[in-house]
């Protein structure tokens, strides 16, 4: 298979990563792919995609969802830096300041190369997104909002600050509860307009950084939850212990692809076929063998 056909199995993996409502697995193999994939394939293929405009939202889309740790750093630094800003760049303020920072915490350089204002100045300014949605979302409250999700907010986050609270009951339907836990259906949720009208005729217009659940999202409890604590640094309880699951799924995935690698090699050494068969193949074949047991 050319460098190209493993290039266009690549897109559709990246694709279905950003795409999926819960793309938890899709994520952890794409993740598994790109530590492996060698260098040179993962720098031609990223760059190739990123000249695809269509493809730039769905590369950043699926990048912020990866769980940043040192071997995705690493794969990381293979890509163009021209590459990584366009992708980068087509995130959000709030999630292109949140993944570089995650990224400056390994490898500062790399993370200058990204976005000149990495390091401090993006800390600075996802605190700075989180303080104008804080405000605002107390605005309106004071303004006659009614906060959505009110039984999930006290089950989950009975203990939580407030500001974690309002982020995810602004962003939540008013009437999330009766469809969560009643017979109300999708179709008659009350989402949430971009301008409100309090009780004085004062219009208030949602801040740019607070999420808000529309009804294209399937699951706005996980939509507004994972947005909200990102956005405010915020560790839900039982995060170290899924944490810890999803960091064993990632290793016994290394061990599969390195077995996998593994007997590839075997079968080929000697033979001159090997020189033919790109180790990105492997890692293409890999994502797509993962997804299909899961599926």
Not at 188 to 202: A, K
Not at 238 to 263: H, R, V
Request: with cysteine; aromatic share 6%.
């Amino acid at each position: 298979m050319s460098l190209g056909a493993i290039g266009d199995a690549f897109k559709a993996t990246i694709k279905n990563a950003d795409a999926a409502a819960d793309g938890a697995q899709a994520i952890s193999s794409l993740t598994t792919a790109f530590k492996n994939m060698p260098a040179d394939d993962l720098s031609s293929i990223m760059r190739n995609l990123t000249k695809q405009p269509e493809m730039l939202s769905s590369i950043a889309g699926a990048f912020k969802k990866m769980p940043i740790d040192s071997g995705l750093v690493k794969a990381l630094d293979n890509i163009d830096p021209s590459d990584l800003k366009k992708i980068v760049g087509k995130m959000d303020s709030a999630d292109r300041a949140a993944f570089i920072s995650k990224v400056d915490g390994f490898d500062p350089a790399l993370a200058k190369k990204m976005d000149p204002s990495s390091g401090t100045a993006a800390s600075r300014a996802l605190e700075k997104a989180a303080d104008a949605a804080r405000a605002n979302s107390k605005k309106l409250i004071a303004g006659g909002l009614i906060l959505g999700g009110g039984i999930y907010l006290n089950n989950k986050y009975k203990d939580a600050e407030e500001n974690i609270k309002n982020c995810i009951g602004v962003c939540l339907p008013d009437n999330w509860d009766e469809h969560a836990y009643g017979s109300l259906e999708k179709s008659e949720l009350n989402y949430r307009p971009l301008t409100y009208t309090d009780e004085n005729g004062e219009e208030i217009t949602v801040d740019e950084n607070q999420p808000l659940c529309s009804n294209v999202m399937d699951n706005c409890e996980k939509y507004c939850s994972d947005q909200c604590e990102e956005l405010h640094d915020y560790d839900a309880p039982g995060i170290d212990l899924a944490k810890g699951a999803a960091d064993d799924a990632a290793d016994l995935a290394g061990d599969l692809f390195k077995s996998f690698t593994d007997l590839f090699s075997g079968i080929f050494s000697g033979s001159g076929i090997a020189s033919m068969v790109s180790l990105g193949l492997c890692a293409l074949m890999f994502v797509f063998l993962v997804i299909m047991m899961m599926t």
